[in-house]
């Protein structure tokens, strides 16, 4: 770790025939038509999952390997995916672009169940709206790979069409590796684009409305990095961050001429590991094999042996599950063998090496991410005290009504210290490089003194936050008490002395004046001051609001320069 310099700141496979599928009613909603979400989501529930191998495919190709799979025909048309081609409004209707939605090769029909379109956070058909923040939505794709083969995997997402007034910024995750990709249209520059509304009227409508006269067919090539997939359970997610709508023609899977994929039964097994946690059950120390398993028709009853001996047995209802499968804690490193079992028969095997652990309690499985979407300013990440003087979280979006934290913005603009419901201030975040005093917009993180995080890295159980701040190699760690906060910052030694931003105007969701304040340096370690603040007409112009926030901040290492900023004067 190096010094820590201050600035402080006030400113204002063979191609299978097809076996049928099952899927929701998808006649195209007409203006005024009432959706009963609740028997939509009832029918869900209940309907019975026809498994179908449409999406295994097996096409050659040129370069000596083969499409593994495919959701929907590379053709230019909509129609062999859910909703085409002009049923988007139906789209909420049909519980799609939920992270426990899922869509399994070799199992679903991608009519009934991959949507030919993904809203962005700028479509109120998705979600978005004054009262709700941005919503996002992902598309979730699992596939049991059964022989990896020798050779390279790739991922095509074949897309139609995409918005243009509000251009997409399309993720993609494959398994542990991600990928981000700004879609483009010629002369137009994604950052200058405005802002969306809450209440954004429709984007784009004509293409999703079956209008394709003027589309702009794109392929997203993604190579999959060596060792990314594993043989069993691997997932492909698809995410609209920002901007608005994409448009599939279809999305595919190529890999080696060898390779295969396992139709699954009645469940399909995900992902198989150790746990990095320990459980006290029935007097006994375990560490869990964590087996992610979701039923796909009947009453599957999954078998987990480990070693030669059953250790868990467990009916698996309709959902999603990370089951906690017990094998008995070690001392040591040590190697095992895991079967899995659908109804007696085999469907996974493989070795895991358990190790000790430290022991979970329940309020290990809290969260605190959850809620946190399309949220208001008060509900974030932080380690919240109850009644505490100080609520502590990151800060991502801009100034104004539902500000705060927002997960699909993938930066931060501050940690502060107040999360109260109209009250706001005193943000920190550590830096390093060429000064900059703004802290910049929430869609252009090179605006400002905000940076780009790693949000695999991100986490956010009771008691603490942290995360790796990508543009400054900086691990950030935040905890809290009743009357007070802590943060760890370790800086690279690479890039010269550290600095910490101090800025007393927190990007809040009620905009406050500083009428006055103080900073003063006390001693080499220490930093006091206050800040007088002011919002006017804060509940629907009927009161104003005064405060003044008074801190003290203490650093274990010797603060090497001292300066601070008011608006854009240094």
């Not at 090539?221 to 060792?227: K, S, T």
């Not at 080696?256 to 039964?265: F, L, S, V, Y």
Request: aromatic share 10%; glycine share 10%; proline share 7%.
């Amino acid at each position: 770790m190096t010094a820590i310099a201050v600035l402080l700141a006030c400113g204002l496979p063979a191609q299978e025939e097809e076996k049928g599928g099952e899927g929701l009613d998808q006649a195209p909603q007409r203006p005024g038509q009432a959706v009963d979400l609740f028997e939509v989501a009832k029918q869900r529930l209940n309907a019975k999952r026809i498994i179908n191998m449409s999406t295994i495919d097996g096409t050659p190709l040129p370069d000596g390997r083969k499409t593994v799979w495919s959701i929907g025909r590379k053709d230019g048309s909509t129609a062999d995916l859910a909703l085409g081609p002009d049923g988007f409004r139906q789209f909420l209707a049909n519980d799609f672009g939920f992270e426990d939605r899922n869509f399994i090769i070799g199992a679903d029909d991608a009519r009934a169940a991959f949507p030919y379109v993904l809203p962005g956070p700028a479509d109120t058909w998705g979600g978005t709206w004054p009262t709700s923040g941005w919503h996002t939505h992902q598309l979730n794709i699992d596939f049991d790979i059964a022989d990896l083969g020798t050779g390279e995997w790739t991922l095509y997402i074949n897309l139609k069409d995409y918005a243009k007034q509000f251009l997409p910024l399309v993720k993609v995750s494959i398994n542990e590796q991600d990928y981000k990709i700004q879609l483009t249209e010629q002369g137009r520059d994604p950052d200058d684009l405005p802002d969306p509304l809450y209440d954004q009227p429709l984007v784009d409508p004509a293409p999703i409305s079956g209008d394709w006269t003027d589309c702009t067919p794109v392929e997203l090539e993604i190579p999959v990095e060596p060792g990314m997939l594993r043989e069993g359970g691997n997932t492909v997610n698809i995410y609209v961050l920002e901007g608005s709508w994409i448009m599939f023609d279809n999305v595919e899977m190529a890999g080696p001429a060898g390779a295969g994929i396992r139709i699954p039964g009645k469940a399909f097994v995900n992902r198989v590991r150790p746990a990095e946690y320990t459980l006290e059950e029935n007097g006994k120390t375990v560490q869990p094999l964590l087996v992610s398993v979701e039923q796909l028709k009947g009453e599957p009853k999954l078998s987990v042996q480990v070693d030669g001996k059953t250790v868990f047995t467990s009916v698996v209802e309709t959902g999603v599950y990370d089951f906690e499968a017990p094998m008995p804690a070690v001392t040591a490193e040590t190697e095992s063998e895991y079967r899995i079992l659908i109804d007696g028969k085999c469907v996974r095997s493989g070795k895991v090496i358990r190790s000790p652990q430290q022991l979970q309690t329940p309020a290990d499985y809290v969260n605190t991410m959850i809620g946190s979407g399309h949220s208001r300013w008060m509900i974030a990440p932080g380690p919240y005290m109850p009644f505490g003087m100080v609520k502590m979280g990151p800060d991502n979006q801009n100034g104004g009504w539902q500000s705060g934290y927002q997960p699909t913005f993938e930066n931060i603009g501050a940690i502060s210290h107040v999360h109260c419901w109209s009250m706001g201030g005193l943000g920190m975040l550590p830096v390093n490089g060429p000064l900059q005093t703004k802290v910049g917009d929430q869609r252009k993180p090179d605006s400002g003194y905000r940076s780009r995080i790693d949000k695999r890295t991100e986490k956010a159980p009771i008691g603490i936050y942290s995360v790796h701040l990508s543009d400054y190699d900086i691990d950030l760690e935040v905890t809290g008490t009743t009357r007070c906060g802590f943060q760890r910052y370790t800086f690279p030694k690479d890039r010269g002395n550290g600095r910490v931003m101090i800025d007393l105007r927190a990007q809040a969701e009620m905009y406050y004046e500083i009428r006055n304040f103080e900073i003063r340096k006390i001693d080499d370690y220490t930093v006091r001051g206050f800040s007088h603040q002011f919002s006017h007409d804060i509940y629907y112009g009927d009161s104003d609001q005064e405060y003044t926030l008074y801190f003290t901040i203490e650093f274990d290492r010797p603060i090497v320069k001292f300066g601070g900023w008011i608006d854009d004067k240094v």
